[in-house]
């Protein structure tokens, strides 16, 4: 799903009344019928509801949501704040036809007569925001902002239109007062302020609705932000098909391990397991072997020459190489350690393979200052970077990379020529073709040990099983999150494991397939 700015979903909107020949009024009933469905649904023995109408569009909106509302039994009561300025035609439009309706309107302009009017006001049901919408850019002053402070600490649920006012549609922080809503129905596509905190966590509940633009508008509009849903991941699962055997779902050969990590090769392993692999090698240092066979039955071991200490030499590489003659991707770093000899074995790995790979963890910090090794591949590469490592990496700090978290993916991707998982909150997902697809799965129970072997692995399964590697990316994503959301309803945060992780994720990926 798209994730639009405010700039682009006014060329959309554009685009649907200039070329498309939709009057700007019919698009008004639609969203307003889309608010008042969500108000049905969710507040429906609401009886009095107070609507915030501003003199824009948003206005108008809302003006039509009165109307709607009115004609299903609701008592609603219309206050149009500052209408003295700068009004809309479609919201003067609606306001004639509430008007010769018989709704009740109270005009407001000034601080003093907000106050004034407002005891009364607070024995509504609900109210409804629909003050300004996507075009804000500045702070609310004046008696736009005296209102929104009302809605802030509003006594009943509040349901915004399109976004809480006061916030910037195309950004996620704050630009000064502005709305707190229970519900928030937004049309078309989210906003960047729905998706990203802190302005997300303004928004509550959101319902996206139909605002009747061709789906074709939408797929044309600039930007290249996306929203990951079951619904379109549902569709680039590929169906099994009877005549398949292990070798339609791709060899998989994970690198990893060393002494005292171990399970991090364990659970990348298993991870490409249950992500379908058709078959699993994990190449592990020589001394590993008896403990990698023990704790994941389902997979290969192969023996890697190591030091005393357990530590891959650089003989190591050419086994490696030699070993993903045949194969159909390679997972790289899980636990390998940042040892000299290991580092020199995992870069020399990583730039003379030319399988499609998946690079995670130690192989990110063994290569640190030594960047452009990916720029050099000529198969595809997956980085899985926690933000600490990716600032390592590409030379930066922490607080840079979360300070523009979309920005630094984007131009991490497309400098390098990478799928870059930027993991965390919302991990990001972005593609060398410049996209950035946010993930909305997970919980703060995920953070834990093992968790990104697993997502190493899984993403690895399926570049394995032949998916383009930034669908595998987005797919292996939502799954690992999934399968933390099915971890979490069934035994909480506490304790949740990386093997929990393990046991989902064949039903994340069930539940994928058939949403």
């Not at 509040?158 to 630009?175: C, K, Q, R, T």
């Not at 049309?187 to 319902?207: D, L, M, Q, S």
């Not at 060899?251 to 090769?265: D, F, I, K, P």
């Not at 131009?411 to 593609?431: I, M, N, R, S, Y």
Request: aromatic share 4%; hydrophobic share 45%; net charge negative.
């Amino acid at each position: 799903m798209r994730i639009l700015t405010a700039a682009e979903m006014r060329a959309a909107d554009r685009a649907a009344i200039e070329d498309w020949g939709i009057p700007g009024l019919v698009l008004m009933e639609n969203a307003a019928l889309g608010v008042v469905e969500a108000v049905c649904r969710s507040y429906a023995d609401a009886g009095r509801i107070l609507i915030f109408c501003g003199p824009g569009n948003n206005g108008g909106d809302g003006l039509a949501v009165g109307r709607h509302l009115a004609l299903r039994g609701f008592e609603p009561h219309l206050l149009l704040v500052g209408w003295s300025r700068n009004r809309s035609a479609d919201a003067d439009l609606q306001l004639d036809v509430c008007t010769r309706q018989g709704l009740a309107t109270t005009r407001i302009e000034t601080v003093e007569e907000l106050r004034a009017v407002f005891p009364a006001r607070l024995e509504s049901d609900l109210w409804i925001d629909a003050l300004f919408g996507t075009g804000l850019s500045r702070p609310l002053e004046d008696v736009f902002a005296e209102a929104v402070s009302w809605l802030e600490k509003a006594p009943v649920p509040v349901v915004a239109v399109d976004l809480p006012s006061g916030l910037d549609a195309s950004s996620g922080e704050l630009i000064g007062p502005c709305a707190t809503a229970d519900l928030t129905v937004t049309f078309a596509a989210p906003k960047v302020a729905h998706v990203f905190a802190p302005a997300a966590e303004r928004c509550g509940e959101i319902v996206v609705t139909d605002l009747g633009i061709p789906e074709r508008i939408l797929e044309e509009t600039p930007g290249a932000l996306h929203l990951l849903t079951a619904r379109e991941l549902s569709a680039a699962l590929r169906d099994v098909r009877p005549e398949d055997h292990k070798g339609s779902f791709g060899h998989c050969l994970v690198v990893a391990g060393s002494t005292g990590q171990s399970g991090a090769a364990v659970l990348a392993a298993r991870g490409a397991v249950v992500g379908g692999a058709g078959l699993v090698t994990a190449a592990v240092p020589e001394s590993l072997v008896p403990t990698v066979d023990a704790a994941s039955l389902e997979s290969m071991t192969l023996p890697l020459a190591c030091d005393v200490s357990g530590a891959l030499t650089l003989d190591a590489a050419d086994q490696v190489l030699e070993a993903a003659v045949g194969k159909n991707c390679v997972a790289l770093g899980p636990g390998l350690g940042t040892s000299g000899p290991t580092c020199d074995a995992a870069e020399r790995i990583l730039e003379a393979c030319e399988l499609p790979m998946v690079v995670d963890a130690d192989e990110l910090n063994a290569v640190r200052d030594r960047a452009g090794s990916f720029g050099r591949r000529s198969a595809p590469t997956v980085l899985t970077p926690h933000p600490g490592e990716a600032a390592r990496l590409f030379g930066t700090t922490t607080a840079e990379v979360q300070a523009d978290r979309v920005g630094f993916a984007r131009a991490v991707a497309t400098e390098h020529g990478v799928v870059l998982v930027l993991k965390g909150h919302q991990t990001l997902v972005a593609g060398p073709d410049g996209s950035v697809h946010v993930n909305p799965t997970g919980n703060p129970g995920m953070a834990t040990g093992g968790s990104g072997d697993v997502l190493t692995g899984l993403i690895a399964a399926l570049v394995a099983r032949n998916y383009d590697p930034l669908v595998a990316a987005c797919l292996g994503v939502c799954a690992h999150g999934q399968s933390g959301g099915l971890g979490r309803e069934r035994q909480g945060l506490e304790g949740l494991r990386a093997t929990d992780l393990l046991r989902r994720i064949p039903e994340a990926l069930r539940s994928l397939r058939h949403a």
